[in-house]
């Protein structure tokens, strides 16, 4: 039996993280505008693994959702009913001990159209609320300003991120909610997994792929916005608050070559590269000369102003923030290999690893690999803010919830982190993902479940919503506690 303890380094973050939009609910009331979010359809029988379809959006369908006032369709309306239970569920999360809780503000909750000139109070007091509570449970928010959401409006009326005006919009957003909680918040980051919006650009970056003739280009536009929106927070997170620490987020995509064949190995040394990119601009400063390269070969033209080269390289992050769900493999041809899918991505099956229910790759030492090589590159410190199991949860006829395969998925990355700071990597924190059940981002399924909390809910919205502890919340708790593995 391995009774080897894992001490973790004093005052490190265990958390958990979840996103506005997959959990507030309320999409409707107390002046909140209508968000991308609010429009992902229910895609509970989309084949697992169908990631293309999942990230789809088409004009028709935008069209037919605004007419449609369902949250059974649309589950992402509805959520967990967390704004009107975030008491009780942040009490519960107070009995788990988490020091942290990552959330994300939905900007339509504070600014309903995104182009207003005053907030909307009642939004605000709902965050004021929220994050009075989670100090009262000695948990330290961690503030995400956009995850995966806008307003519609601004998709509607100005192209979502294409526009500049929208960096203008966000920047006031920005400031808003730094003015509002200066004194309470501590950890910002900027935009969840800023590479996202490659790959799919609606519910990243608000952009109808119909709507553009060159959709490449359009992509890309609206990354220099959020990548100058970003560099824009942080300049005003430094000013506003001098103490506060300030990260940007990356999907980690780590890539292994399908063989030792120097073309398979390039060909996964290009997707690690590129997926560095987005770390390289928030991190160093300035857009890569592998990525000019790539934007001169297929005609991309990033359109700078003035001051934008000098506002990225003042105004980089305090930390790396990253998701860690799976690992990928390539290879230069890839005809007639077997394939996997993640949430968003896909590869070739790696043949030596484990698949979740939903045929993500289970790949714990990938995460120690992730590790090194970020902290490696930036020397800067890395806070790991989504890690989790995606799985088919059953409640015993005793009420009781044997997640016991949940435990092992986490343990076995907590082990390979640990592995990670023993190598010298300096690691803020672990807010894992969907602390408590929530409404999947790519399938809105609502039993795809990540939570150490259960909630009753099923995918088409029936149930008293009421939590339950799995058998994970005791043994994160004990973790916790012991800011240990055993
Ligand atoms: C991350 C997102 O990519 O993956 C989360 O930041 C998301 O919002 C998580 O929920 C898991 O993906 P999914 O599609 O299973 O919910």
Redesign the pocket.
Known sequence: MNTKVRSFPNGFLWGGAI?AN?VEGAWNIDGKGISTADIAMNKKNLSRGDYKK?NSVSEEQIKETLESDSSKDYPKRRGIDFYHRYKDDVSIMGDLGIKALRFSIAWTRIFPNGDENHPNELGLKFYDDLIEELIKNNIEPIVTLS??EMPMYLVNNYGGWTSRDVVTFFENFAKCVFERYKNKVKYWITF??ID?IVRHPFTSGGIVPERFNNIEQAVYDGLHHQFIASALAVKHCKEIMPDAKIGCML?SLLTYPHTCNPEDVLAAHWSNQFNYFFTDVQVRGAYPKYIERYFNEKNIIIKKLNGDDELLSKYTVDFISF?Y?NSFVTSADSEGLEKVSG??MGGIKNPYLPMSD?GWQIDPIGLRIALNNLYTRYQKPLFIV?N?L?AEDIVSPDGTIDDEYRIQYLKSHIEQMHEAVLDGVELMGYTL??IID??????SEME?R?GLIYVDQDNDGNGSLERKLKKSFFWYKNLIKLNALT
Do not use: D
């Not at 929530?438 to 399938?443: F, P």
């Open positions: 996103a997959q999942h995850h995966y969840n997994e996202s999907t998701s769900y949430n968003t939903w989504e989790g995606g993902w969907g929530l409404i999947s981002y790519s399938s795809k990540y």
